[in-house]
């Protein structure tokens, strides 16, 4: 088949029309390509950002030997010494008199406060099983300073029994033990259907004589003939008259320390 003239003669349009495309078709090309390549390109600012790991923490090996005769390790972050393991069985809850305070922590490496008829352990500061208390204690009550402060202050103990006895105890292997002051100016409630009791040294005042009254804890009057000693200490030194002294026996010296401020024992 043969063309048309007007086909095939070439003008001067059809010449430009031919450089242009000549010149643009392949810019647009071009052009094309880089747009589609940098959709296959991750952008920069979507590289994701690693943060630097953070070293672990390595604790020391040493290990505190617990009242109970395991022994726990440090553990991060802080490397402190894992909590001994409670007894529940050995845990006591009482209410007592301070009756002295033992200020011994840089002599012997222990501190223990009298509660009563007892001895609660708070601080072992010296000696390979040295430990820092762990319960909660009165602030400022192992300061020598402030004895009058907390001498025959009556306080609630939470406290671990040592070995089951009755009047040894310790509160530290555990935060949750303490020995706090109990306000003096709040009564102390006693008997009602519960039938609770009073602490040592206090008498229950019913309110009346019907069953399961209610009642206020009073102070018992204590009547002796001791006197207060005029100094702090009574001189018990060992000699041959040492054990016949009244003031050396244990009943004096319990009645001091309960009732004579200021007074801080025996001396041996």
Do not use: H
Not at 195 to 206: A, D, H, I, R, W
């Amino acid at each position: 088949m043969q063309l048309s003239k007007e086909l095939t003669t070439v003008t001067p349009f059809s010449k430009a029309i031919g450089l242009t495309l000549f010149i643009v078709l392949p810019i647009i090309t071009f052009s094309l390509g880089m747009s589609y390549q940098s959709t296959l390109q991750p952008s920069k600012n979507n590289t994701p950002i690693v943060s630097p790991t953070e070293e672990p923490v390595a604790c020391t090996m040493d290990a505190r030997v617990c009242p109970d005769g395991s022994s726990v390790g440090r553990v991060p972050p802080n490397c402190e010494f894992e909590e001994c393991p409670i007894v529940e069985e050995e845990v006591k809850t009482f209410t007592g008199e301070i009756t002295n305070i033992n200020y011994g922590c840089d002599v012997d490496g222990v501190c223990s406060i009298g509660v009563g008829k007892g001895s609660v352990v708070v601080l072992k500061g010296e000696g390979p099983n040295a430990v820092e208390p762990k319960g909660t204690i009165p602030e400022g009550i192992l300061d020598s300073s402030r004895l009058n402060d907390f001498l025959r202050k009556q306080v609630e103990v939470y406290a671990k029994s040592d070995g089951g006895k009755t009047d040894s105890y310790t509160i530290y292997g555990s935060k949750s033990f303490y020995i706090k002051l109990i306000d003096s100016t709040a009564k102390m409630t006693c008997g009602g259907i519960a039938g609770k009791l009073c602490p040592s040294g206090y008498f229950c005042k019913y309110d009346g004589t019907y069953p399961d009254a209610a009642g206020t804890c009073l102070k018992s009057p204590i009547k002796t003939t001791y006197v207060c000693p005029k100094t702090q200490y009574v001189d018990c030194m060992p000699g041959p008259d040492s054990g016949k002294k009244t003031e050396c026996g244990t009943a004096f010296l319990q009645w001091a320390t309960e009732n004579c401020p200021g007074f801080q024992g025996a001396a041996y």
